[in-house]
């Protein structure tokens, strides 16, 4: 698994669960994985538009999420 940011080709070590409220019911997660590098630039995207749910170590991604 590799970081999801823009020419990134670390390995991820996070999995940003979140989602979007105008598209996606309250329980969906969608994920975005990043590496210790991008997981806070990451997670400052989704959250400035209130996306991002949670974050959760990539051995920990919940089952239901994708």
Do not use: Q, Y
Request: charged share 25%.
């Amino acid at each position: 698994m590799t970081c999801s940011a823009k020419g990134c080709r670390l390995e991820a070590t996070w999995a940003l669960l979140w989602n979007n409220p105008r598209l996606h019911t309250p329980e969906r997660r969608k994920v975005w994985l990043a590496c210790d590098e991008h997981c806070v630039t990451l997670g400052d995207f989704l959250s400035l538009r209130g996306f991002l749910r949670e974050n959760v170590p990539v051995d920990e991604i919940p089952a239901d999420a994708g």
